[in-house]
Structures are given as C-alpha cells and as structure tokens.
C-alpha cells in the first residue's frame, strides 16, 4: 500500500494550518497595538491624576497649622490601589502620600516627566516654581495583566473558530475535488479486462488532459489486444490445419507401405509431426495467455467450467482424476477461456508427470482456491523453482513440451494472481501440488 498522502488531505491540512497561522499572526499584531494604545491609555491615566491630585496637594500643605511634616491620605475604604503617589519638595521632603505608598519606589529626588523602573511606571510634575512635586506610580504587572487579558480575549475565539475552520476547509475541499475522487475511483475499481472509456467530463480544467490521455491510451490498448487476439485466431486455424492434413496424409500411408523399415520410418514422422501438432498448440496457449485476456468484464462461474474439462479427461484417463466440487457456484472475473486453459494445463501436467498408479486430486473450493495434487518424486527446490520458466521441466521420463506450467503462471500472473507450487504436496510426504484462487482474480 502506498504511503502517499492524497491531494484532499495535503489541500485540506494546509489551508487549516495557513488558516491558523494567519490568524496567529493577526492575533499577535493586534495584542502589540492593543498594548501600545492601553500604554498610553494608562500613561494619559497617570498624568492626569498627577493634574488633578496636585493642586488639591498643593493647597493642603500650603494651609498646614504644624509645619510641613508629611501626613498620609485616609483611605475611604479598603480596596486594591493600583496608584499610588508621593508629594514631596525639590530635597526629596516628603510632605504627603497616598495610604498605600511606598516611598522605596520613588527614585531619591523627584523629577518631572515619565519615568519607568523595573517594576513601575511613574510620572512627576512640578508646582510653586519647582519647589512641590507630585509623582504617581502604578505598577507594570497591572500593566501586563491588562495585555495578557485582552490577549486571552482575542485568542478564546480562535479555539472556537479553529475546529469550525477545519471542517468548513475540508468540507469546501472535499467538495471541490468530488469529480477528482470519482474519476480515482471508477479507474481503481475497474478490473484488467475493464477498458471501457473513464468518464471525465465533470472534471476541472486541470485535470481534463489526465482523462483525454488515460482515454486515449485504453484505446490503444484495447486495439492492440484485438489485433493480437485476431492474430492469435487466425495463427491457430493456419497452423493447426496444415499440420492436421499433413498428419492425415502421413497415416493413410503408413497404412499403404509394405516394408517394415518404411512403416518405422512413417511411424517416426507421423509421431514428428503430432509433437509438432502439441507445441503448436501449447504455444499458441501460451501467446493468448501473455495476450492481457485473462480478465474478464463480467465475473462467471467456473465450477461447471472446471466439470467439463474433467469430463473431456476422463476419456484419456478414466477414472484417475478425483474431482471435489463446492455446492455453490463460484463466480470471477477470471476469463472462462483463460481459466479452461490454466486448468487443462495444470491437470494434464498432473497426469503427465505424476505417479501412474496414484490419483490426480483437482478440489475446487467454495472460496475459490483450486488445487491440482498428484503423487510421484519430490521435485527439489531448485529444479521447483524454475518450472515456471518456458520449456522448463524437472528429471522424468514423461513427454512433455514444458510449457504446461509457463502458461498457468502466464495466465495467473495476467489475473493478478499468485501461483503457488508445492512439493511435496500439503499433507503429504511426496508428490506435487499447484493452488491459486480464482476469485483473486482482478
């Protein structure tokens, strides 16, 4: 299976992540000038209570009875002071501060002007020619509490907007790329033997020449399939027909000869040419089966298949094959001629190669998995190895053109199905044994 990901889950992953880190972004860029306008919001804050507070200072410290000593302002009720200030003279005298004041804060001697240290804000002003100052102080954690909030406050939306952001993209993606997935599909789903034209026509504009091409390429296929399934037709019927006449002729005068050594010299010419008549037609076999006919459009059962070329076995070998049929049917896409071909190849190697004296065992199963066992040697591994090639055989005296195999391989492997030999056979402990499924076939 493929580890790609799919253009859907790219799209649809990428718009969601770029979706998130724009809003990211603008989120940022709107917490920094939020938080530049609030500095100025509370810098504006603190001078004007520095403007309020001082003339109202100035005018108590002015009409004190007792000198100038420093007195601290009541506070009305308990309550968290965020600013607090001092009013002091020009030597740094403290003449007056608020109740929650904490005179460490300040600097030594006052100053006009804004003013930030490492845990306030402060912002002096002066009255009575320079000699009273007034310095108001807030400290920058309420500062940075109001930032973090109004940043909370625009990131909250987003864990909300997020979630509902990733489905509307893949929903609009999904969408979008509906005719893309289909046209993915019906080539996917398609068997081999499929080479009907894909319908395109709904797809966008990017993908239009994918369809021509992909359209134009079956055609090609296709004909070049007819054009050798006719060669293989016509192939057949003109090679076969001279070889049949040629083989008549050959017996007619075997019988017509009077000398022994005459008869044993058409003997060995009529044996010639019915060898040649065999690997003909074994490879005539084998070019249909590498021809791309194995699939077929429409699935068949091939369980009555299976029965009538048994039956046509019987007649050369009767009663040595044993056949196990499913009760139901067992349908696939596998071509009915193509599954006849494999079948008789695989039993007529059975017979051939096998133990004489021992059954052929041909068991189709309600799954579809076939299997063709015969008793005889052990074929060795690297002999069972090679059976598969063309014209390939392991040591037996039997005749044989050593094709029967090749095409069954041939065949399964344009079905896309696995061809398994085995020896010895399961079970046993010789003989040897072919199992495929034909309902694999795709």
């Known amino acids: ?68 000593g420093n007195q601290t302002t009541p506070a009305m009720k308990d309550h968290d002071e965020y600013l607090t200030y001092l009013v002091r003279d020009q030597q740094g005298n403290l003449l007056l501060q608020s109740h929650d004041a904490d005179p460490r804060v300040f600097g030594t001697l006052p100053k006009e002007g804004f003013l930030t240290t490492s845990t306030h804000r402060i912002y002096g002003a002066s009255a009575v020619s320079d000699t009273l100052y007034i310095e108001v102080a807030e400290p920058l954690a309420h500062r940075r509490e109001a930032a973090l909030e109004a940043g909370l406050a625009l990131l909250m939306p987003l864990i909300f907007l997020i979630p509902i952001s990733l489905l509307g993209v893949w929903w609009i993606v999904r969408f979008s790329l509906r005719t893309v997935v289909e046209f993915q599909q019906s080539i996917e789903s398609r068997g081999a033997g499929d080479l009907s034209p894909v319908v ?26 007819d054009t050798e399934r006719s060669f293989t037709a016509n192939s057949a019927h003109e090679l076969r027909t001279p070889l049949a006449t040629a083989l008549a002729k050959v017996q007619r005068l075997k019988t017509q000869v009077q000398s022994n050594q005459l008869k044993t010299n058409v003997a060995e010419i009529e044996e010639a040419l019915r060898s040649l008549s065999i690997l003909s037609g074994k490879l005539l076999e084998l070019a249909k089966a590498e021809g791309g006919g194995a699939i077929s459009q429409n699935q068949h059962n091939l369980v009555p298949i299976l029965a009538m070329i048994i039956a046509d076995f019987e007649g050369q070998v009767p009663e040595r094959i044993i056949l196990t049929l499913p009760e139901r049917e067992v349908n696939s896409f596998l071509d009915p001629d193509a599954f006849a071909i494999l079948a008789r190849n695989l039993i007529e190697n059975a017979v051939k190669h096998g133990s004489q004296n021992q059954p052929v065992e041909v068991n189709l199963s309600a799954n579809g998995t076939l299997r063709v066992c015969n008793g005889g040697k052990v074929v060795p591994a690297d002999q069972l190895a090679l059976l598969r090639n063309r014209f390939a055989r392991s040591k037996t005296d039997a005749n044989g053109s050593g094709l029967g195999l090749a095409i069954a391989e041939a065949i399964a492997t344009g079905a896309n199905i696995r061809l398994h030999l085995l020896s010895p056979a399961t079970g046993r402990q010789d003989g040897f044994e072919a199992v495929l499924n034909l309902v694999d076939a795709r």
């Open 200 to 225: 395109g026509d709904r797809l966008p504009k990017e993908f239009e020449p994918v369809s021509v091409a992909v359209n134009r390429l079956l055609e090609r296929l296709h004909r070049a399939l």
């Open 1 to 68: 299976m493929t580890t790609r990901t799919s253009l859907q889950s790219r799209l649809g992953i990428g718009l969601t992540l770029g979706v998130t880190l724009l809003w990211l972004l603008g989120v940022t860029a709107s917490g920094l000038v939020a938080q530049h306008e609030m500095n100025e919001v509370f810098d504006s804050a603190l001078e004007e209570t520095a403007q309020r507070i001082l003339p109202l200072a100035v005018t108590d410290i002015l009409n004190r009875e007792n000198g100038t």
